[in-house]
């Protein structure tokens, strides 16, 4: 509804008095009353704008046409109603000006006065005959207007003269009572239930198509993630109580015989809403009123929206409900809330939205895997104690320690799209990529106390889930390393590789933005390797074993050319086309192993025999295998004569 006489936005009243100028104005008066202005000017508009009622009266009184009105229809009675001068208003209406004058979008003075909630006024124009039917295109009445601002005293008097208490507008079919609900108003919705308002009435049903659960970026839908036609709106004014947390008014309407158990069109209930919307009193109510404490008509219960919700009203803001959060999960469970109960459908994503959304990838999550991820140690300890299954995996094979560790928690860099804790996205404008993508350091002693009591709950650290990863694959992609410690304490495998064959080491890593080269964290790395009791030595050191294997090839001039040869087509990509460890492949080897050695300096890493070079090519460099086996690519022939030659690079040949 657009409130501004002109249509456009409130301007800022004139701060001196226009009394000088109208009143000389009064002296160009022509026939009819209306004022000669110059420029199109109308002095009885511009008095009743700038709420100058001395140069209103003063212009009435020497004739001026009151109904005078404006290119847009809008007369000096719509300023005075836009601008809640009772005065002005006043003046006008007993200088008999039209009350039923609308301007060029419809609006007419009582709508106005009805949209600022100004009682007084409403009463006055009505008292002089002002239609209270008179909508706008949008169908909106009067009686609406009030019941949105609030003024139970406006809308009685339009319920006096009349007014339909049941008429709806037509843009989204809802009425009165549902604006007034909608707006937490519940004197306002006490007046219309007196007057007969319909509890039953549905607000028109529209059709949206939505991503299912994936992500949130420019393209919103993820590979493999539905796209699905939802239904929106088919609401009653109590469910609309539910949106709105309104305590009052859902009493009031159940009170009145409203269906507890209604539901809206796409099948959601009452506590459901008011639960998933953040008003945990509501939802207390509504339990007390004898409501399904685990009804899941959507795919997931007011256990699991109220753990989802946790404290926030919104993104880090926090929720004013003294309810919210672990209040509102200890009073469900007390109404028999079931905490194993599963998330079986994801919900709608909007794109670039904040919205307290069940993800596609959380499919199966329990109350307790949901706490266990949002790292609410309360909540775990209170579901646990409730009966929850500490163990029970989502679809995919997450189990809650897994989750609590940050398994599917991505945080980009630079200045990528992050999300936290919470699947919210957010823009990080942090010029660092490093600093983008590492956990402050207050959540990472949140999620190792989470962690800590998924273990004493029974989490098992050596689980993997359908891809293979593990907790400290987790740990190991965000670099927290007091959790890293803390699993691999508990006999984390530290080689356990993923579908992808990747270890926790492989995961140390992170990007620079969305799709930026691979830096590793090396002191992630570093622990990782010291933490290993089957680590290969980092300093140079020897294999007296291999330096027992005599090399059966003479190093002339045909072993060294076919060395070479081998060389160029499996070595230089990494070790470069000299041996300096600056192939083309050297930085990514960097970010998930180690980098390539420097092959034509005096340091030998594992040793300088032709022994001990043989076994580091024919075998690869363990554990991590930082270099991959040759024994098969190269036969033992060949790779006595990379020895050669690579011995060569280095002038010892």
């Known amino acids: 509804m657009m409130c501004h006489p002109s249509g456009g936005a409130r301007r800022a009243r004139p701060c001196r008095s226009l009394l000088a100028a109208l009143l000389a104005a009064v002296t160009l008066m022509v026939a009819g009353g209306q004022p000669a202005a110059q420029g199109g000017a109308i002095p009885l508009i511009d008095a009743a704008r700038a709420t100058d009622a001395a140069a209103v009266r003063a212009l009435v009184e ?373 600093q983008g993508s590492r956990i402050p350091e207050a959540e990472e002693r949140l999620a190792r106390e989470a962690v800590v009591l998924a273990i004493e709950l029974g989490g098992d650290v050596s689980l993997a889930n359908a891809a293979g990863d593990t907790a400290l694959h987790a740990a190991a992609s965000h670099g927290m390393e007091s959790v890293i410690e803390l699993l691999v304490e508990h006999g984390a495998d530290l080689h356990a590789a993923n579908e992808r064959g990747r270890t926790p080491v492989d995961m140390a890593v992170f990007r620079e933005g969305i799709a930026g080269a691979p830096l590793v964290r090396e002191s992630t790395v570093g622990l990782l390797r010291e933490l290993d009791p089957d680590r290969h030595p980092t300093e140079p050191h020897e294999h007296p074993e291999a330096q027992e294997l005599a090399n059966p090839v003479a190093a002339g001039a045909e072993s060294l050319a076919a060395g070479e040869a081998a060389y160029q087509r499996l070595c230089a990509t990494c070790h470069g086309p000299t041996g300096r460890g600056d192939g083309r492949l050297a930085a990514g080897t960097a970010a998930y192993s180690a980098p390539p050695s420097n092959l034509a300096d005096a340091t030998w890493q594992h040793g300088s025999t032709d022994g001990e070079i043989f076994t580091a090519i024919r075998d690869g460099i363990g554990p991590d295998f930082a270099m991959d086996s040759f024994d098969g690519p190269l036969s033992e022939a060949e790779i006595w004569n990379v020895v050669n030659y690579v011995k060569s690079l280095g002038g010892l040949r």
Request: glycine content about 10%.
């Open 62 to 434: 020497a004739g001026a046409d009151v109904d005078a009105a404006q290119a847009d229809g809008a007369t000096a009675l719509h300023w005075a109603a836009y601008r809640e001068d009772f005065e002005t208003a006043a003046l006008l209406i007993g200088a008999g000006a039209d009350v039923n004058r609308a301007n060029d979008l419809g609006m007419t003075p009582l709508l106005m006065a009805c949209a600022n909630g100004h009682a007084e006024l409403v009463e006055a124009l009505l008292a002089a005959g002002a239609d209270p039917h008179a909508a706008l295109q949008s169908g909106e009445t009067p009686l609406m207007a009030a019941a949105r601002a609030g003024s139970r005293a406006a809308v009685e008097s339009l319920l006096r003269r009349g007014a339909d208490v049941n008429a709806a507008e037509r843009t989204r079919g809802q009425t009165p009572l549902m604006w007034a609900v909608a707006n937490r108003h519940p004197a306002v919705v006490a007046a219309l239930l007196d007057a007969g308002a319909d509890i039953s009435a549905r607000s028109q049903v529209r059709y949206r198509v939505y991503n299912m659960g994936g992500n949130r970026s420019a393209g919103s839908a993820s590979s493999g993630i539905p796209l699905e036609e939802v239904p929106i709106g088919g609401s009653t004014p109590l469910l609309f109580a539910a949106r709105a947390g309104d305590v009052e008014s859902a009493r009031l309407l159940l009170d009145a015989g409203a269906d507890l158990h209604d539901t809206a069109a796409d099948g959601n209930v009452p506590l459901v809403i008011a639960a998933h919307s953040g008003h945990a009193s509501l939802a207390a109510f509504l339990l007390e009123r004898g409501a399904d404490v685990d009804a899941a008509p959507l795919g997931y219960t007011a256990l699991h929206a109220a753990v989802l919700r946790g404290e926030l009203r919104d993104r880090r803001v926090r929720n004013a409900d003294p309810s919210a959060g672990l209040p509102l999960v200890e009073t469900l469970l007390a109404h028999g809330a079931d905490p194993n109960a599963r998330l079986t459908q994801p919900t709608p994503v909007r794109r670039w939205s904040h919205d307290f959304a069940f993800m596609n990838r959380w499919l199966g999550a329990t109350p307790y895997w949901l706490a266990s991820k949002f790292l609410e140690i309360e909540m775990m300890q209170t579901l646990a104690a409730a009966g929850a299954d500490t163990r029970m995996a989502s679809d995919d094979g997450t189990t809650p320690l897994m989750a609590a560790a940050g398994l599917g928690y991505s945080r980009g860099g630079g200045s990528a799209f992050i999300k936290d804790r919470r699947d919210h996205s957010s823009y990080n404008p942090v010029a660092s990529a490093e």
